[in-house]
């Protein structure tokens, strides 16, 4: 037993060091794009490999980012142990020895998973630290598969706080609020004690001046602190330093108008035609709602919703469930169907209508008192949105999206259409319990077309704040993808699992890129440069990120003269991205991919097959060759489907190995000679083909 406690707890260090590296990233543009994602495949179920089949092939998520859990139990629920053992260390620690610390935001599960996980060694946790005030109803001891992985810091040091209702801090607080609290701790009390010295005098002034000036330099992205700073200054009667902060405060996400404009720090200098243009240019915000900004897993998000400086605030990854394929579920079928539409509505500007519907019903009740907040926020963004006083809208068929509340519904029978790329959130007490047969899914909606939708996987009471604040909607139209919408509105969401494209991002408009030399294929050795054209791009971009073979090898603001060294690559194929990322708060990319080939040492891999259609009950034969090292490994992504023992030879793969649908194959040619980098061949791509299942597994 002692070994295998120390086994265990090994582990878990591991793990929660690799965690800790993959957010130490301080500078952080890396996001919301497919070398983002790591999406994890279920290795025993066809299901899975089926859909993360497709969804790799339409998205472009590269080979390096995903990745085959072997040892995942075929059940509805999982331990905590078995997630963190099963599920999420090995995830974590696949992230890490790939080296993809700093580049992965998205953890995206295909089909064929446990959607729930149990918790109540972490409930027993926090009904111990809550006492009395504790009310175990509210905090039922089962979280969802996509929420735990959302919060995996938590998880992993075994932190329970993830169950309390004010628990994420990238949930858009109220604008009031944004003050209060930019951080917790030694570090809150010292904040306040500096504001607090704005109504000072003298040397008193000066020193709570100075401690803002010094945290504003460590945490340069919590606005927070830069809008104390421009009253400060404006008190002060410095006006072109308070102009200074107050702008960098608006960049940093301070977009409230109207707190600006009531603030009798600045009374000094409102009169000011730099002041007045500065706040005439911030927009109205109806919700009185901090700012949507884009999501990236190496920021440091504090209490307030704003970024602070390293190790002063909490660091997530975003997270979803591609489909859920059994029980009472979607089939494989209309899980292909909807991620097809999902990702044909990127950038599509879609023109519809986002409807709130008001019944007598609880479930709608809770969230009507906000339908006008996010109302007025879409208005702004010339967005039609439209209160239903039915459970469903009826007979329409500009369906964007959907605020509803309803236990049971037959959307055929409502006569309406779902947009590609449509949100559909229906608040309920078993949406995302599918073993249950009481309530309609959630994943009914991604049937009839949506992009996305959530449930509760327990009964979770009708409280706001463990449902999508209707807000949502806003954050989707301002261009955020679907995940970034969705873990913005939800401040406690531990008992919600997340289905649908996190990727999906229908009102993103990204940068444009290209890549001008090398021409695609072309074989090149030694240094070469490296020409982008974005002249065609009407979006300023903040800087670069290029991947070689799915790794990050340079982050920069200057893509001029770029010279590649191909000298350390191994002869044969390889994959180039320049990622460009727009300069606003979304941060929306755009990327150009170059295939090319490496030839510095005469080396070659080949690898052909006669069935690029294979049926799926007949063997695949491939025959692979090279003139490099002493065997050849076939993969599937990272994953090692067959090995000849010779420098030239034929494999024989079962379809059930790689899955139906579009497969890339490549084979490696190694030696064993110590950092002697493989030789490549070139993709091969194949159609498995399978007739795709139209009834759910049981």
């Known amino acids: 037993m002692r070994y295998v406690s120390n086994l265990r707890w090994s582990i878990s260090w591991l793990v929660t060091a690799t965690f800790m590296t993959l957010v130490a990233c301080t500078e952080a543009i890396a996001g919301g794009g497919p070398e983002n994602v790591f999406l994890v495949v279920n290795e025993h179920s066809l299901s899975s490999k089926l859909i993360a089949n497709h969804y790799a092939d339409i998205r472009k998520i590269p080979e390096n980012n ?114 209060v609290r930019p951080f917790d701790g030694e570090l809150l009390k010292k904040y306040q004690e500096a504001t607090a010295g704005l109504g000072a005098e003298g040397q008193a002034f000066a020193d709570a001046q100075n401690t803002l000036l010094k945290m504003a330099k460590e945490n340069p992205g919590q606005a927070a602190i830069l809008y104390q700073l421009a009253r400060f200054f404006a008190v002060e009667g410095d006006k072109d330093s308070a102009i200074s902060y107050l702008t960098r405060a608006i960049g940093m996400g301070w977009k409230n108008r109207q707190l600006i404009e009531r603030d009798p720090n600045f009374s000094k200098i409102k009169t000011d035609p730099l002041f007045k243009g500065l706040v005439d240019r911030v927009p109205e915000s109806p919700s009185n709602m901090i700012a949507s900004h884009g999501f990236r897993n190496a920021y440091h998000w ?3 919703g704003m970024i602070n400086g390293p190790g002063k605030g909490a660091r997530y990854f975003l997270s979803a469930m591609l489909s859920v394929t059994r029980d009472q579920g979607i089939s494989d079928y209309d899980s292909v169907n909807y991620l097809t539409r999902a990702v044909q509505a990127d950038y599509s500007q879609p023109e519809g209508t986002f409807y709130f519907t008001q019944t007598s019903d609880v479930r709608t009740k809770t969230r009507l008192p906000n339908f006008q907040k996010a109302i007025g926020e879409l208005n702004l963004l010339n967005q039609q949105s439209r209160i239903v006083k039915q459970a469903l809208p009826e007979r329409r068929d500009d369906v964007l999206g ?34 249950s047969k009481g309530q309609t899914k959630c994943t009914e909606f991604l049937r009839f077309g949506a992009a996305g939708a959530c449930g509760t996987v327990v009964e979770p009471y009708s409280i706001q704040a463990k449902f999508p604040y209707p807000l949502i909607h806003a954050h989707y139209a301002k261009g955020c993808s679907l995940a970034e919408a969705y873990y913005q509105s939800v401040h406690g969401p531990y008992q919600l699992i997340l289905v649908g494209d996190a990727l999906c991002q229908p009102f993103a408009i990204p940068p ?26 009407k979006v300023p971009i903040a800087g670069y990120e290029i991947f070689l073979d799915g790794v990050m090898v340079l982050r920069t603001r200057d893509i001029e003269n770029l010279d590649i060294d191909s000298a350390t690559m191994g002869d044969g194929f390889h994959e180039l991205r320049v990622v460009a990322v727009g300069r606003d708060e979304i941060e929306t990319r755009g990327h150009a991919i170059l295939l090319f080939m490496v030839d510095n040492s005469g080396h070659f891999t080949k690898l052909e097959t006669e069935q690029l259609r294979p049926e799926f009950r007949d063997k695949i034969i491939l025959t ?44 490696y040619a190694v030696t064993d000679e110590k950092d002697a980098p493989a030789v490549s061949s070139t993709p091969l791509s194949i159609e498995v083909q399978a007739t795709l299942s139209q009834t759910v597994a049981p």
């Open 512 to 537: 444009k890129i290209n890549i001008t030399t090398p021409a695609p294929m072309d074989v090149v050795k030694g240094k070469f440069a490296l020409k982008i054209n974005t002249a065609q791009s």
């Open 402 to 435: 959907l605020t509803c509340g309803k236990a049971t519904f037959d959307w055929a029978k409502s006569g309406s259409r779902f947009m590609p790329g449509a949100i559909a959130d229906n608040l309920t007490s078993a949406g995302g319990y599918f073993p």
């Open 66 to 179: 995903i990745v085959y859990l072997g040892d995942v139990p075929n059940k509805d629920i999982l331990s905590l142990d078995q997630f963190r053992e099963s599920v999420l260390e090995p995830i974590l620690t696949a992230i890490a020895r790939r080296r993809l610390n700093g580049s992965i935001d998205y953890i995206v599960y295909s089909s064929g998973f446990p959607t729930r996980v149990s918790v109540k060694d972490h409930q027993d946790l926090l009904k111990n630290a809550a006492g009395k005030s504790f009310v175990g109803k509210y905090f039922a001891p089962v979280a969802s598969l996509t929420s735990m992985t959302y919060f995996a810091s938590k998880v992993i040091q075994n932190d329970p706080t993830y169950m309390t209702l004010s628990t994420n801090n990238y949930y858009r607080l109220p604008y009031s609020q944004a003050l």
């Open 302 to 304: 504090a209490p307030n």
């Open 624 to 667: 692979a060759s090279t003139n490099y090292g002493d065997r050849i490994i076939i993969k599937q992504n990272k994953k090692t489907v067959g090995v000849i023992n010779a420098r030239e030879g034929t494999a024989r793969l079962s379809p059930i190995v790689v899955g139906a649908g579009k497969v890339k194959l490549r084979a």
